[in-house]
């Protein structure tokens, strides 16, 4: 009978902690490990939880002896090997649920902070300038959002959208989920129908071949003038410069970004520059209930996979 053995090496909830010894298994806790450390501590362990650190790498992986799961308490996988894992048949696991609302509501929280100037204005204010004419905004009511992708979390921000704003809902996405689409009477379209028909355009597809500057020069130009971008998905799924020339340019109205190509975005950035930009340093997952879901959702998981 051996005792199965998990290495925690990130920060994960307590709650998840608690239920990996309730299932017997032995638990080990230390903070984000070096390379060197990590490929020496790895032997003997079945499975490791991380978030977006440590790295766990191909020499990781190679180090290790009785590994079977390598779990991400979050969402994006970029600091694993997952090709290395498997190859030698270690499962990778992460917790694609736990995020979901917490990023839906940032999505709708950067459309408000830009629709009705909320950023603009707190700026002035501490510059000491009252901007009362200057900050007249839109409403979301009766609006058109359009759904660049229709997964958990572009449905999370149509549910939001569609009930508590009366929005229109369109979308466009590799499946289209008919289904779904309904609750919100939201109707699947190509990308550039979205593109000229929404009056805001949010970003919720995965960073693949096909996505990557999937919103270039020529879709930037298909966009409403008054309408603007949101991006909590991933940087590169826009191309900034283009972005950046369609902001200054005019082409759109606006753009709220949570992700960036570059991250963390370079100080002397353009966007930094744009009164008509909302910017956040990828916190779409940071909640706290995200996280401690992360923890227990990797948790199961691996209770799952090593029993
Ligand atoms: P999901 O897999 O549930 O949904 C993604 C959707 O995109 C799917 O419906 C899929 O069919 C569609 N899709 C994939 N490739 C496509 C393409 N080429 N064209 C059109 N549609 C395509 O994922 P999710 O949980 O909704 O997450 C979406 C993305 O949000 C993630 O991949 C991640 O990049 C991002 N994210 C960001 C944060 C943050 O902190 N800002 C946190 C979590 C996730």
Redesign the pocket.
């Known amino acids: 009978h051996v005792v199965y053995r998990v290495l925690v090496a990130s920060k994960i909830s307590r709650s998840a902690v608690d239920y990996l010894k309730s299932q017997g298994f032995e638990v080990v806790e230390v903070h984000e490990p070096s390379e060197d450390e990590l490929a020496r501590l790895i032997k003997g362990f079945h499975a490791i939880i991380v978030r977006s650190k440590p790295r766990v790498t191909r020499r990781v992986i190679e180090a290790a002896d009785q590994l079977k799961v390598i779990a991400r308490a979050g969402?994006g996988l970029d600091n694993i090997d997952v090709q290395a894992a498997e190859s030698r048949g270690i499962k990778v696991v992460n917790a694609?649920e736990s995020?979901?609302q917490a990023?839906a509501e940032l999505t709708v929280g950067l459309m408000l902070a830009l629709l009705r100037k909320i950023a603009f204005s707190d700026r002035k204010m501490r510059e000491g300038v009252w901007v009362k004419h200057e900050a007249v905004g839109t409403e979301l009511k009766g609006k058109t959002l359009g759904l660049v992708?229709?997964?958990?979390?572009?449905r999370a921000v149509a549910r939001i959208c569609y009930y508590g704003f009366g929005m229109k809902i369109i979308y466009?996405?590799?499946?289209c989920n008919i289904e779904a689409g309904r609750e919100f009477n939201a109707e699947c379209v190509d990308l550039d129908t979205l593109l000229r028909t929404a009056d805001i355009v949010s970003l919720?597809?995965?960073?693949?071949p096909?996505?990557t500057h999937l919103i270039n020069e020529e879709k930037l130009r298909l966009m409403k003038k008054t309408a603007i971008l949101v991006n909590?998905?991933?940087g590169a799924v826009v191309d900034t410069n283009a972005l950046v020339k369609a902001l200054k340019e005019g082409w759109i109205a606006g753009a709220a970004l949570?992700?960036f190509e570059e991250e963390p975005l370079p100080k002397d950035h353009p966007l930094l520059q744009l009164d008509n930009v909302v910017l956040t340093p990828?916190?779409?997952?940071s909640s706290v209930e995200a996280q401690d879901q992360a923890g227990i959702e990797v948790a199961k998981k691996i209770a799952e996979l090593l029993k």
Do not use: N
């Not at 992708?149 to 572009?154: A, E, K, S, V, Y």
């Not at 919720?204 to 693949?208: A, F, G, I, N, S």
């Not at 990828?282 to 997952?285: L, N, P, R």
């Open positions: 969402v694609p995020v979901t990023v992708g229709f997964g958990r979390i572009g466009t996405d590799r499946q919720h597809v995965p960073l693949t096909e996505t909590t998905a991933r949570d992700v990828h916190i779409g997952a």
